[in-house]
Each structure stands twice: as C-alpha cells, then as structure tokens.
C-alpha cells in the first residue's frame, strides 16, 4: 500500500488515497519519516537491518544449503547473540531456505488426455441421514520405513471415518478396493 501511495500521491494527494484504502494517513507518514531517517526505526528494525547481511553471508558461505537452524548455530559460533526464531524469521523475509534432503515423492501423475471424472454429488458434501452420503479419499503419510497410502471413507452426515485400508502402493485396486 505505501509503495501505491507513493505512486499515485502527486496526483490525488496522500489523504484522499487512505480514506479509500484501510491506512491511516498518520501510518503512511511515520513510514516515510521512518525510511528517510532510519533512526526512527525501531530497535528491532534496525537489529534486523544489522542481522540481515550477516545472515546473506552465512548462507553464502555455505554454499547456499544451510536452513534457519545451521546459520543460526554459525551466528552463535561467530558471537552474534541472536534467537533461533529470529533467523528464521528473517530468513523468511529475504527468502533464503535450506536444501531438503531425500527425494520428493510423486504421488499423481497427471494424464490430459484422460476424461475428468464426474461429480456425483456435485459438490454438495451434506447429507440429510446416515448412511446417505459417503465420500472417499486417499493420502500419504511418511513413515519411519518409508511412505503408505491410506484411503478412507467418509460418512458426510456424521462427517466420521467408517472405513480405511493402508497400503505400500497407490494402485487404483487399493483405492476402488
């Protein structure tokens, strides 16, 4: 919103501009005070603006892999006193993330050429009785040896599970099964 106001301000003025948008004028005007001068900056802002490069160069440093926890434990080696959360949120602002290990799983291959099956209940995903209505459903969950596929059925009048079965495989046997 401010980078909009600071737009279109020469040509409707700031105060026109907020009472259409949810900001109040006195809120723009600190933000520009705050960017012109930036020792109106709050202790935390100006902590972080201090942190940020430090935490760029970590990540550099270590080739671009390290998540909020290794840099944060580098920062701490290094004697900067700072909070696991705080990495990470500032990790977050710049957008720098860790390399996840393993490899990702493919659970859908997507065929276009396929026909999209139908909505039977079209949309519609209550029931006026029990036993009326049953929708079914299946996921993947990680386990210590590996993943398994659970499908379900679900009763939408008491919005429970009557039934499940777990498998190894996503075959569609186990979930039409």
């Not at 501009?17 to 900056?41: F, G, M, Q, W």
């Not at 942190?51 to 760029?56: A, F, N, T, V, Y």
Request: aromatic share 10%.
């Amino acid at each position: 919103m401010i980078a909009f106001i600071d737009d279109h301000r020469e040509a409707h003025g700031v105060e026109p501009i907020c009472k259409v948008l949810p900001i109040a004028p006195s809120t723009y005007h600190d933000h520009v005070a705050k960017r012109a001068d930036p020792e109106k900056l709050s202790a935390r802002a100006k902590r972080d603006l201090k942190l940020k490069p430090e935490i760029k160069r970590v990540f550099a440093e270590n080739f671009e892999v390290y998540g909020a926890r290794k840099v944060w434990r580098q920062m701490l080696r290094e004697g900067f006193a700072v909070a696991r959360c705080t990495v990470e949120r500032l990790m977050a602002e710049l957008g720098l993330h860790g390399v996840i290990r393993g490899k990702p799983i493919r659970t859908t291959v997507q065929d276009k050429a396929a026909p999209c099956p139908r909505d039977h209940v079209n949309r519609v995903f209550h029931a006026p009785a029990p036993n009326r209505l049953w929708l079914s459903d299946f996921t993947y969950v990680s386990t210590w040896s590996g993943f398994v596929y659970v499908a379900f059925v679900i009763d939408a009048y008491a919005r429970r599970i009557v039934g499940s079965r777990v498998s190894r495989t996503a075959h569609a046997s186990f979930v039409l099964g």
